[in-house]
């Protein structure tokens, strides 16, 4: 699609619990941004994805959180036993490429919201 | 991992006035600086970008500059609406481009 795709809009998960997010990225980008964005705006970087292979995990509390991007499937985020720490937006954004030559624009997903209750 | 500052964290500005919003950074390896936009309840979207080969970017009432030698880059919103009172965000690549790293966020109220 034209449009960076994200569901669901809204999750709500008791303590202990586990969370899953989908991303689908737009049609024909090769790279896939999961950040996470907490209550005073600020963004966190969690992974990047070329195509199916991770790019970028430094971000990744690798303790709770996981991360795929499968062919022919979406993108998903995944924390087990969730935190209260972990209520946040986060938000898949895909890239077209990268680098000098490439077309840089990161277009962002509307986000699923995360309450850990 | 490349540090952006962004100021002020907050701004008000009249309907039709210049809005100016900076960022520094600090690595100057890099050349790809965008500015995004956030409307409340809604994901970031670019704005407007520049590389450090020219020192001014314009898209309409947009304007990045860029100050290579003091690492500085700033956008400068013209005849400022109601309409641009949003989040703003300037953001820079880090090494291989695998992500970018997002500044604080100006949010900015343009009164009517």
């Known amino acids: 699609g034209e449009e960076v795709a994200q569901t669901p809009k809204h999750l709500v998960r008791g303590e202990g619990q586990k969370a899953k997010l989908y991303c689908a990225p737009i049609?024909?980008?090769?790279?896939v941004f999961w950040y996470q964005q907490v209550l005073k705006n600020e963004f966190k970087f969690l992974i990047s994805?070329?195509?199916?292979?991770?790019?970028?995990e430094t971000g990744m509390p690798k303790e709770r959180f996981s991360a795929k991007c499968l062919p022919n499937s979406p993108c998903s985020l995944e924390i087990q036993a969730t935190k209260l720490e972990d209520s946040a937006v986060y938000f898949c954004?895909?890239?077209?490429?990268?680098?000098?030559?490439?077309?840089?624009?990161?277009?962002f997903g509307p986000g699923t919201r995360l309450t850990v209750l | 991992q490349q540090q952006v500052k962004q100021s002020p964290q907050s701004l008000i500005v009249q309907k039709g006035g210049i809005s100016i919003i900076n960022c520094a950074y600090e690595?100057?390896?890099?050349?790809?600086f965008p500015w995004y936009q956030q409307f409340p309840g809604k994901g970031p979207a670019l704005l407007i970008a520049?590389?450090?080969?020219?020192s001014e970017k314009k898209e309409g009432r947009f304007t990045i500059s860029f100050n290579k030698s003091a690492k500085q880059f700033s956008l400068h919103i013209m005849d400022s609406q109601p309409g641009d009172s949003a989040t703003y965000f300037c953001?820079?690549?880090?090494?291989?481009?695998?992500?970018?790293?997002f500044g604080k966020g100006t949010m900015l109220l343009v009164s009517p």
């Open positions: 953001a820079a690549p880090n090494s291989g481009y695998s992500t970018l790293t």
């Open positions: 520049i590389r450090p080969d020219v």
């Open positions: 690595n100057t390896a890099f050349d790809y």
């Open positions: 994805f070329q195509n199916e292979n991770v790019f970028d």
């Open positions: 954004a895909s890239s077209q490429s990268l680098g000098l030559a490439g077309i840089n624009e990161q277009f």
């Open positions: 049609k024909g980008h090769s790279y």
